[in-house]
C-alpha cells in the first residue's frame, strides 16, 4: 500500500501583519506574510518551472508551491490476497490509513486527488466520503480507478455518486479520470462546463448516459472510451467543438460517427466498423486497429470515413484474403505518412506458396498488375516483417517504378509473427534467404541514388 501526499508544512503566517510601507516607497511587507489562500492565487498563475525557482526567495517560501499546487495520491494492492475475508480486511486497513491521511489536510487546497485500489464493497462508503472530501478541498483534477488485476463483473462495480456534486464543485472539475464504476448520471444534469479531459476505462454506461454526461462540456479537449460499451451507434457532437484528442478502444460501437471541428488525433481499436469524421475537421493523425476485416473493405471505409487523414496507422488483426482485390481509384489527397500493419490468419497461408522465379518474373503470372501512379513526394519508405510473398514484391516493385524522388528504402525480414512461431528452427536460414533474393532483385531496379538496406 502507498499513500502519498505531495504536501508539506508552511511557515507562512496565514494572515497579513499589516506592516507600513517605508518612507522610500518600497514595501517592508515580505510575500511569504500574505495569506495563505492570496499566496495560492499567486502560485498557480505560475508555470512549474517559474514556481521552482521561487525559493531564491526565502527559506520558508521554497515549501509554499507544495501547499498551493497539493497532489493526494492513495494507491493499494492486494498482491496474493486470494481469500475474500482477507481482501476486505485489506480493504479496511486501507480505508482507516486513508481516512487517517485525511484528516490532517481537513480544509486544505487539494487540486489532484487520485485513488488507485481494486474494488471491494467494503470501501463503497468511503469512496463516497473521499469524494465529498475532494470536492469540498476544491478539487480540480479527480481519479478513481478501481479496475480488478482480472476478471470482473459489472454487478460488482461502485456507481457513481453523481448527488454528491454541487454546481460549484461541478464547475471547478478539469479532469476526471474512472476506472471500474457504473455511471448513470441523472437526466437534468448539465454536465462539467469547465471538463477538459475525461478518461473512463471500465466504465458502465449506455449511449444515452454518455450523451447526458458530455452534455455542456463545452471546453472538453480530451476524450477516452475503453471498454465501455455504450452499445450501438456511437455519434459526438456539438457541443464538444474544442475537442482535439478522442480514443474508442473496444467499446463493442456498431458505427463511429464523430462530428465535430477541431479534431486532430483519433485512435479506434474493435471490429471492422463503419467510421465517419467531419471532413471539415483537423484531423491529422488517426490509428486505426481493426479486427477482422479485408484489406479492401478497411481501405474503403476510411477512404468514405476520413478521406483528408495526413498520418494514418491502420493495423488488421487477423485480416482475410481475398481471391482478387477490385480495383480502387480513390486515393487519400492529403496523406503524408502511412504505416500498415496485418496479421495474416493461418488458413490463408496457402496463397503465399510459390518460389522466387516467379515472384520475379517480368512476365508471366507473376508480372505486377498495380496501376502505375507517381509518387513525387515518397522518399522514404521502410517495410517490417517482410516475408517474400508475391504481394509484397509487387509492392516493392510498384514504389521502385513510380517513386523518382525516393532516397531511402529499407526491408526488414528479421522479424517473426507470432503465428509462425511453431516453425521458428526454420525462420533464421528462410530469413537469410529472402533478404538475399530481395536486395538482388532491389539493386537491379532501383536507381542507384536510392539508399538501399535490407535486414
Request: net charge positive.
Amino acid at each position: 500500500m502507498a499513500i502519498h501526499i505531495q504536501q508539506k508544512r508552511s511557515t507562512a503566517s496565514g494572515r497579513c501583519h499589516g506592516k507600513p510601507i517605508s518612507e522610500k516607497g518600497r514595501p517592508s511587507v515580505k510575500l511569504e506574510d500574505l495569506p495563505e489562500d492570496v499566496l495560492c492565487i499567486i502560485v498557480s498563475k505560475l508555470p512549474l518551472q517559474e514556481v521552482s525557482r521561487t525559493r531564491v526567495l526565502s527559506s520558508s517560501w521554497r515549501y509554499i508551491w507544495s501547499i498551493c499546487r497539493p497532489k493526494s495520491s492513495f494507491s493499494g494492492f492486494y498482491g496474493y490476497y486470494d481469500d475474500p475475508h482477507e481482501r476486505e480486511q485489506y480493504s479496511q486497513k486501507f480505508a482507516e490509513k486513508v481516512n487517517a491521511v485525511l484528516r490532517k489536510y481537513d480544509g486544505k487546497l487539494i487540486e489532484e486527488f487520485d485513488v488507485k485500489i481494486e474494488f471491494d464493497a467494503v470501501l463503497s462508503d468511503h469512496l463516497n466520503n473521499w469524494l465529498t472530501f475532494a470536492m469540498l478541498s476544491r478539487t480540480k483534477n479527480l481519479a478513481f480507478d478501481l479496475k480488478p488485476a482480472t476478471s470482473y463483473s459489472w454487478g460488482d462495480c461502485h456507481t457513481f455518486p453523481f448527488h454528491l456534486l454541487d454546481r460549484e464543485s461541478i464547475s471547478r472539475l478539469q479532469r476526471i479520470q474512472l476506472s471500474f464504476l457504473s455511471f448513470k448520471p441523472p437526466p437534468d444534469f448539465r454536465g462539467f462546463p469547465n471538463l477538459r479531459k475525461l478518461d473512463l476505462n471500465l466504465v458502465q454506461l449506455n449511449r444515452e448516459d454518455l450523451e447526458v454526461m458530455l452534455h455542456g462540456c463545452h471546453d472538453l479537449e480530451w476524450l477516452s472510451l475503453v471498454r465501455c460499451y455504450p452499445n450501438g451507434k456511437l455519434e459526438l457532437c456539438n457541443p464538444l467543438s474544442r475537442l482535439a484528442h478522442l480514443a474508442v478502444i473496444q467499446c463493442g460501437a456498431t458505427m463511429v460517427e464523430i462530428h465535430v471541428p477541431k479534431l486532430a488525433n483519433f485512435k479506434y481499436d474493435g471490429d471492422f466498423v463503419s467510421i465517419a469524421i467531419n471532413p471539415a475537421s483537423k484531423l491529422e493523425n488517426a490509428h486505426i486497429w481493426f479486427f477482422k476485416a479485408t484489406f479492401e473493405d478497411a481501405l474503403s471505409a476510411l477512404l468514405d470515413g476520413i478521406p483528408s487523414i495526413q498520418n494514418l496507422t491502420l493495423h488488421i488483426y487477423w485480416l482475410r484474403i481475398e481471391a482478387q482485390m477490385p480495383s480502387n481509384t480513390r486515393i487519400f489527397p492529403h496523406l503524408r505518412h502511412l504505416q500498415l500493419q496485418m496479421n495474416i490468419l493461418l488458413e490463408y497461408a496457402h496463397k503465399f506458396g510459390g518460389n522466387d522465379k516467379i515472384w520475379f518474373a517480368d512476365q508471366g503470372p507473376g508480372m505486377p498488375q498495380l496501376t502505375r501512379r507517381e509518387y513525387s513526394c515518397l522518399k522514404n519508405v521502410h517495410i517490417t516483417e517482410y516475408k517474400g510473398a508475391r504481394c509484397q514484391i509487387e509492392l516493392l516493385l510498384h514504389i521502385a517504378e513510380n517513386a523518382p524522388t525516393l532516397e531511402a528504402l529499407t526491408v526488414d525480414t528479421t522479424q517473426v509473427l507470432y503465428e509462425d512461431y511453431y516453425g521458428a528452427r526454420i525462420g533464421s536460414k528462410f530469413s537469410e534467404c529472402v533478404a538475399v533474393v530481395a536486395r538482388d532483385f532491389l539493386r537491379r531496379k532501383l536507381p542507384t541514388k536510392v539508399k538501399l538496406h535490407v535486414m
